[in-house]
């Protein structure tokens, strides 16, 4: 099988890890402050947080923002589950913004009518969590326009951005955001196995959130309630978690931070070849942002007609391509339905939903197993129009 994405691994990053297990600390120790630090001088932030996964960070994200019962938080439709989970987690109400249908982004015009509608009503969100699909950064100046007047904290979900940029600086610089998350799931653009990273420019932010990753304890004197006992004293300030990342993961993530702009190369040239390949076909295929870089996380191509897809992806799929489907739409899952969403509540999402398909695209997919992507595509293509 040709795997949509996956993790490539050197022995640069096999001699990482495995001196990291020979070394006194297995977590805890230097790797995470180094891979935080390396983090937030790429992307030009002024605090960095490992956290245990991206969605970790997103939970610690809401609770550092005072996200709880009786506040809203507003995300894409169009995304993995956890972009809207973290608000639950906080005993916090979801709702989705509805995207446009050819490129799977937040729609702006959904966005400022939503906000108007919302402001009218006073159910204006405290959060909204921005996703850059794909790797294709948002128009974060423009959101933030829309939104700055209501007081709305931003929250970037880059867990498909890592190493974007748009234009000015790269994602996770947080210019429009209160902070940024990344993923380091082996399927996005650089892995720790598991792993995330919550990145802002707010110190009041970082500290909260490095506090809260570990139990909601303290061990700095100008924190605490009363005087230190003496150096082992510490004190739980919160109800924190244990969402830290260990020092085999950050020394993983870091070794695989230093081939983060030749991974983002070879996916450009391979969505360069792709854009090529696949132009005859009768299939709408992804296009940039107009400004900055895209990561490429995803190549979503588009059907024209969303009645072949299901046969178009299982004849993919028994010929050995993995394909994939980013994403179903969040609100017609089960656990939100029961909250009361509904097919036909996001029509532009669930149109989006109906004709994607998710080709392979990582940074060690070899030009033939590129070619073969193709081949098998134009056959069930053509299979399925006659
Ligand atoms: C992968 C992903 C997450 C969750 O990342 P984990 O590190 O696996 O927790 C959240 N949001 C989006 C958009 C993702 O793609």
Redesign the pocket.
């Known amino acids: 099988m040709i795997p949509y994405g996956r993790q490539q691994i050197t022995s640069d990053d096999i001699a990482a890890v495995s001196a990291v297990l020979t070394s006194d600390f297995l977590t805890q120790g230097p790797m995470v402050p180094a891979f935080e630090n390396a983090m937030a001088a790429y992307v030009g932030a002024g605090y960095a947080v490992a956290c245990n ?6 939970h610690l994200a809401c609770l550092a923002l005072g996200l709880c019962e009786g506040d809203r938080l507003w995300t894409s439709p169009i ?2 589950v ?2 809207a989970n973290c608000a639950r987690y906080c005993q916090a109400d979801v709702d989705f913004i509805d995207v446009d249908a050819q490129t799977g982004l937040i729609s702006l015009d959904a966005l400022a009518d939503k906000l108007q509608d919302a402001a009218r009503r006073q159910q204006l969100p405290k959060i909204i969590v921005v ?1 850059h ?1 794909a790797g294709h950064s948002m128009d974060m100046a423009a959101v933030a326009a829309l939104t700055a007047p209501y007081g709305i904290a931003l929250v970037e ?1 880059a ?2 951005a890592v190493g974007a940029h748009d234009g000015v600086a790269f994602v996770g610089a947080c210019r429009y955001s209160a902070c940024t ?1 990344f ?3 082996p ?2 653009l650089i892995t720790s196995a ?3 990273m919550f990145m802002t420019q707010t110190r009041e932010l970082a500290e909260k959130v490095m506090q809260l990753r570990s139990h909601g304890i303290t061990r700095d004197t100008a924190h605490m309630t009363e005087p230190s006992h003496g150096a082992w004293y510490y004190q739980q300030l919160d109800l924190g978690f244990n969402y830290r990342l260990t020092d085999m993961q950050a020394a993983l993530g870091l070794s695989q931070l230093t081939r983060l702009e030749s991974f983002i190369q070879r996916r450009h040239a391979l969505v360069q070849r792709y854009q090529q390949l696949l132009q005859h076909l009768p299939l709408d295929l992804p296009s940039q942002p107009p400004q900055g870089r895209s990561s490429w ?1 995803l190549y979503i191509i588009r059907l024209h007609d969303d009645t072949r897809r299901a046969v178009v992806f299982d004849q993919l799929r028994q010929a050995g391509i993995g394909v994939n489907v980013h994403y179903i739409p969040i609100h017609t899952q089960p656990y939100y339905q029961q909250l009361g969403f509904c097919w036909g509540d996001f029509p532009q999402a669930e149109q989006f939903y109906s004709q994607i398909i998710s080709l392979p695209l990582h940074p060690s997919l070899s030009d033939d197993e590129q070619l073969q992507v193709v081949q098998v595509l134009e056959r069930a293509l053509a299979v399925t129009s006659t």
């Open positions: 996964s991206a969605t970790s960070a997103l995304s993995f956890a972009s996703v699909l979900d867990s498909h998350i993923s380091f799931h399927v996005k598991e792993g995330g996380h």
